[in-house]
């Protein structure tokens, strides 16, 4: 398929898992598997390789909310235990992690495409 008129796509239905072309069609085979193609648009997705690009800002973001709300918690409630702090934050991480993946993969899938990065 031709590339997307004008760069124009659309990074708010990349972030929901649309196509960032038509907004139509699915952007995901599966939870982070890239379609090789829109269904409804017909816009190939094969040349746009994330690599571990959002990987770098998943683990920030949530290694940073962890982190900070670690010791938010540590300070503000001394009496919690450690094992409370150890049953709380891991989860908060690999919750977030779990959650941001697929939208950040998204939105760096649709910065490729309107980039016209190409292999």
Not at 65 to 94: D, E, N, Q, R
Request: positive net charge; glycine residues 8%; hydrophobic residues 50%.
């Amino acid at each position: 398929m031709a590339d997307p008129e004008g760069g124009k796509v659309s990074f708010a239905a990349a972030a929901l898992g649309k196509c960032p072309v038509c907004t139509q069609g699915k952007l995901y085979k599966s939870y982070l598997k890239v379609a090789n193609s829109c269904a409804v648009c017909g816009q190939n997705f094969k040349a746009a390789d994330t690599g571990d690009g959002p990987v770098v800002f998943v683990i920030l973001i949530a290694g940073f909310l962890a982190c900070a709300g670690l010791l938010t918690t540590f300070f503000l409630y001394p009496g919690w235990s450690i094992t409370t702090h150890l049953l709380i934050w891991p989860a908060v991480a690999v919750v977030t992690s779990l959650v941001l993946m697929p939208v950040l993969k998204s939105l760096m899938i649709a910065s490729q495409l309107r980039n016209k990065v190409r292999d």
